[in-house]
């Protein structure tokens, strides 16, 4: 398995830095939020995705995917949802990025049924133009489909290549599946996954890898016994928990725990 870390965990670090610490680390790729805030958004130009191309290649850094925020069970009119997920795609396409990560983000007293046909109607449609650009939408476990039980409801009907799974397991964790359950569900359609470890269900403060209580080892054990061999993206949550270690201190230390779990599971 490849071993990647995302820019959630290092707000307002150039992007020629944060490849440095890939490679510093022994970290093959980087997932990019794809945000106003951040460097690298839809709203860049033509210019500036070319050299944010020519830095990854320069660097030896794969770009795994851009970690966006389109939610595609959200209610109302498809226009703008799919005007969304387009620039994003496009913004793959130009920077050379295999993946875009997506959100349910159905609301509070959204009939479920609805939200996952509103959320598979979409993805349907936006399978179209991610296969003419080479790219694959991840639908993320996450907020209202957190789980793999619940993200098969929409990946499902929707049933193209260019559409698969993001699987975070902190949320199926704290969604009530077990790892093999997440797996079971998510497998047909994974696209990658994001590795994180928390205090508790309570606590979601992002804590360096084999300190918290998630199941780590359990879940690259069962990736490794099913012969997958993608990326692993720790997704530590810095931007949002001031009082979070910063990143760049962790990364050796991240490396190694994931080295050890794949060794272990080989």
Not at 94 to 120: I, K, N, S, W
Not at 226 to 245: N, S, V
Request: charged residues 20%.
């Amino acid at each position: 398995m490849k071993l990647a870390f995302s820019t959630l965990g290092v707000p307002g670090l150039a992007l020629s830095d944060v490849l440095g610490l890939a490679n510093e680390h022994g970290y093959h790729g980087l997932e990019l939020r794809a945000h106003p805030e951040e460097p690298v958004h839809p709203g860049i130009g033509d210019t500036e995705r070319a050299d944010v191309a020519a830095r990854f290649k320069a660097a030896g850094v794969e770009l795994l995917g851009l970690a966006g925020y389109v939610r595609v069970a959200a209610p109302g009119d498809d226009g703008p949802v799919l005007d969304e997920l387009r620039e994003l795609v496009w913004l793959a396409r130009d920077l050379g990025a295999p993946y875009v990560r997506v959100f349910p983000g159905a609301e509070p007293g959204q009939d479920p049924a609805e939200a996952d046909a509103v959320a598979a109607r979409r993805l349907g449609v936006g399978a179209e133009f991610a296969a003419d650009s080479a790219v694959r939408i991840l639908l993320e476990t996450h907020d209202s489909h957190r789980t793999g039980a619940a993200a098969i409801r929409v990946l499902g009907p929707v049933g193209h290549a260019n559409v698969g799974a993001l699987w975070d397991v902190m949320h199926t964790w704290l969604g009530g599946e077990q790892p093999s359950e997440s797996l079971a569900a998510l497998a047909p359609h994974l696209g990658y996954v994001q590795v994180k470890d928390i205090a508790s269900a309570d606590d979601t403060t992002p804590l360096p890898l084999g300190t918290g209580i998630l199941p780590l080892a359990e879940c690259v054990e069962l990736l490794s016994r099913r012969g997958w061999d993608g990326w692993l993206c720790w997704e530590y949550e810095k931007r949002w928990y001031e009082a979070a270690a910063p990143l760049p201190g962790l990364l050796a230390d991240g490396r190694r725990h994931l080295g050890r779990l794949l060794n272990d599971s080989a």
